[in-house]
C-alpha cells in the first residue's frame, strides 16, 4: 500500500554547526518553506542571543515559528508541536516543501512522535519546589531527581530549574518516573514520512565556530539587547532571561562578573549545550550525519526523498 504521509525535511545539528545557511540554500533549490525547530527563536525581542536569522540572510524563503510569543509567555514543545502541525500541512497543501529546521531535540521528537499524556501542573507544588529551589538551590533539586529517577535526571542539566521541577512535580503526581512515563509513551505516532539530516561538525570545527559565534554576539550588540529587554519590564528570574547568553549578559550588568568572564563563560556554557545536543542527536538512529558544506550530496538526499 502506498504511503500517503506528508514528507518532512529536518535539518538539524548542534548549535553553530550552520544549520540555518544549509537550510536557506536547500530551500531556495526545493521551493521550500521553513518552520522553526529552535526553542529561543520562537520569542520577540530577543534576536542577537538566540543567533535568530536577519531578514538578509533568509533570502525571501519564509520561516515559521519565529518571533510567536514575547519573553514572559508560555511555551513549550506541547505548544509548539499544536501551533507548528497546521502551518506544515499548509506549506505541503500549497505544493511546497517543508523544512524542519533547528537544534532543540525535544521539540522534533514531539514533533514526529507525539505528545506524551502528563498531569497539569499543581500551582501548590509547583511553588513549594520554586520556593525551594531559590533557598537551596536547582542542584540540590536535581540531586533528589537523581536519586528518585537516575535517567531522567541524566538527561537533565543541574541547573535546569524547569525541567528539573518538572521532573519532580511528575513524580510526585504520579508516582512514576518521567523516564518511564516516556518509554512507555515511546513517541511513535508518525504522522509524517521523515528525511532527517544531521550536519557532523568536527568538535574543535564545531567549537571554534562557537566561540567566535559567543564574540560576535558580543559585538553586534548582546548588553544593549539585554538591558532593552530588561527595561521593557522582562525580568531576570524568567525563563527565556535565563538563556545561554541573557544570563551571562544579565551577570554582567549585575556586576557579578568581569567581561572576560562574562565571554569565556558564555563559550564554555555554549560547548557544553552542543554536547548535549549532540547526546540526544546521537539517540535518533534514523538521523543522516553529514558533514558541512557537502551541499551536493545533502541536495542528492533531498531530492531523492522528495520524488
Known sequence: MKDLRPKLVIITGPTASGKTALAVDMA????????????????????????KPLLSERKGIIH??????????????SIYRTSAIPLINKIIENGRTC????????????????????????????EDLINECKEKGTPFLHQRLK???????????????????????????TDKRLSSIIMEHGFN???????????????????????????RMIVSGLLDETQALLAKG?????????????????????????AEDMINNLKQDTRRYAKRQLTWLRADTEMIWIEPNNNEFIKLKIQEFID
Not at 510569543?69 to 514543545?77: I, K, L, Q, R, T
Not at 536519586?147 to 510526585?172: F, M, Q, S, W, Y
Request: glycine share 6%.
Open 99 to 126: 523544512f524542519i529546521v533547528g537544534g532543540t531535540g525535544l521539540y522534533i521528537k514531539t514533533l514526529l512522535g507525539g505528545l506524551m499524556e502528563c498531569p497539569a501542573s499543581d500551582p501548590d507544588l509547583r
Open 28 to 51: 531556495l533549490q526545493f521551493f521550500a518553506e521553513i518552520v522553526n525547530a529552535d526553542s529561543m527563536q520562537v520569542y520577540r525581542y530577543m534576536d542577537i542571543g538566540t543567533a
Open 64 to 77: 515559521h515559528m519565529i518571533d510567536v510569543v514575547d519573553p514572559d509567555e508560555e511555551f513549550n514543545a
Open 189 to 215: 505516532e508518525r504522522p509524517f514520512r521523515v528525511l532527517k539530516i544531521c550536519l557532523n561538525v568536527e568538535r574543535d570545527q564545531l567549537y571554534e565556530r562557537i566561540n567566535s559565534r559567543c564574540d
Open 147 to 173: 536519586g528518585l529517577d537516575p535517567e531522567a535526571a541524566g538527561k537533565i542539566h543541574p541547573n535546569d530549574k524547569t525541567r528539573v521541577i518538572r521532573a519532580l512535580e511528575v513524580i510526585r503526581l
Open 234 to 258: 522582562y525580568s531576570s528570574e524568567i525563563r527565556s532571561m535565563k538563556s545561554l547568553g541573557y544570563r551571562h549578559a544579565i551577570s554582567y550588568l549585575k556586576d557579578e562578573w568581569t
